[in-house]
């Protein structure tokens, strides 16, 4: 089903600017809210769709992508908007939602306490291609450090046989609040950290942490066509969140290295190919090579060096497989830089006859110049 245009669904132009798109953001989310709306799938759908409107228009990058190719323009430079459940969304926007719902962070949670466990941190991975492997795609099998559950503890933190106790200084709920004249101001608790639990026995193997750091080795799908810049998201493999919280995402940027013969431009390719005099000048058929192969190319005679030709659908192939770019050959005469006396005495009779056609019709051009310059 074809997505909703991103104006359209937070009611806005497309001149709005970061005040309206967020007013709007909120006027939407407080009708849509889950704790509103309980047991009601067309309004969680609808509180989806508005965050996922929000995160992107809110992203200037994002944002220009969009207002200029629109949904196939994100996904084709590797963005895939959007939140995997609600909790997503409310530690996403949670400034917002803690505006909106006395510092709650809208995670419904009814009855009060600290928001909802916020999802793990994003990471990024710089990802370095071959031109071909970029123009191809390709398996990647990378390794990424990041923090796993203690085993040991399974993510208590504490020793075996003990457990963590609810914090004494904020009751467990992982924030206190302080009285400074009319302001009542909402801070992480100083003594467990925000997690609302203190370890008095703490794990040997996590000293505490209830995490470890490890390496994970995935292998991650290079559509063909990505170009330098470009991102692949890969959901739920980045940090971890806090407990029942989801993991962070895992984003891959992508550098190309160039190329000695094939240059890009876009979804086109360019290249420049030799011929032999007697080719520009007689017209036959050359080789020439493409990302996909050798191809034939026919030259008419009398072709100047430097002549580009257009071999069509022999570019790059759209992201995700949508459209495909052309191959641009430019021609260049090739210049022998050794040759028989044979090869030699043939060019000598040729410029013999050049010249003497070129006497009977019109001195050369050098000659011109040279009259027109003494006035002559």
Request: proline fraction near 5%; glycine fraction near 14%; include cysteine.
């Amino acid at each position: 089903m074809s997505k909703r245009d991103y104006y359209e669904v937070l009611g806005v132009p497309k001149d709005a600017d970061k005040k309206a798109l967020k007013k709007a953001f909120r006027k939407l989310a407080m009708q849509y809210h889950p704790d509103r709306n309980p047991d009601d799938p067309k309004a969680e759908q609808s509180f989806k769709e508005v965050g996922e409107a929000y995160e992107v228009l809110s992203d200037d990058q994002k944002r220009a992508i969009y207002d200029r190719h629109g949904h196939q323009g994100l996904k084709g430079q590797g963005i895939n908007p959007g939140f995997q459940d609600m909790g997503d969304i409310f530690s996403h926007f949670g400034d917002i939602f803690g505006d909106m719902f006395g510092g709650r962070g809208g995670g419904g949670r009814r009855g009060g306490g600290r928001a909802g466990p916020r999802r793990g941190a994003d990471l990024e991975y710089r990802m370095v291609l071959d031109f071909m492997e970029a123009i191809h795609g390709v398996d990647k099998e990378i390794e990424v450090p990041m923090n796993n559950w203690c085993e040991t503890c399974e993510g208590s933190g504490a020793k075996a046989g003990s457990e963590p106790k609810t914090c004494s200084t904020c009751g467990g709920r992982g924030e206190v609040i302080q009285q400074q004249m009319f302001l009542r101001i909402r801070t992480a608790c100083p003594n467990c950290g925000g997690k609302g639990k203190v370890v008095s026995d703490p794990c040997g193997d996590c000293h505490g942490r209830g995490k470890k750091q490890t390496t994970e080795r995935w292998t991650v799908k290079v559509p063909a066509g990505v170009d330098t810049g470009m991102q692949i998201r890969d959901r739920g493999k980045g940090e971890l969140g806090e407990k029942d919280a989801p993991r962070g995402d895992l984003y891959v940027s992508i550098q190309v290295r160039r190329h000695e013969f094939f240059k890009r431009d876009g979804m086109d390719i360019m290249c420049q190919v030799p011929m032999s005099f007697a080719q520009a000048c007689l017209g036959g058929e050359i080789k020439v090579p493409t990302v996909y192969g050798d191809e034939t190319l026919t030259v008419p005679k009398g072709t100047p060096s430097g002549k580009v030709f257009t071999l069509p659908g022999k570019g790059v192939k759209g992201v995700h497989g949508r459209g495909q770019g052309d191959q641009h050959v430019q021609v260049v005469v090739q210049v022998p830089r050794k040759m028989s006396e044979e090869e030699a005495e043939l060019i000598r009779q040729l410029g013999e006859l050049s010249d003497g056609q070129v006497a009977d019709k019109e001195k050369p051009l050098w000659e011109r110049w040279m009259d027109k310059l003494h006035g002559n």
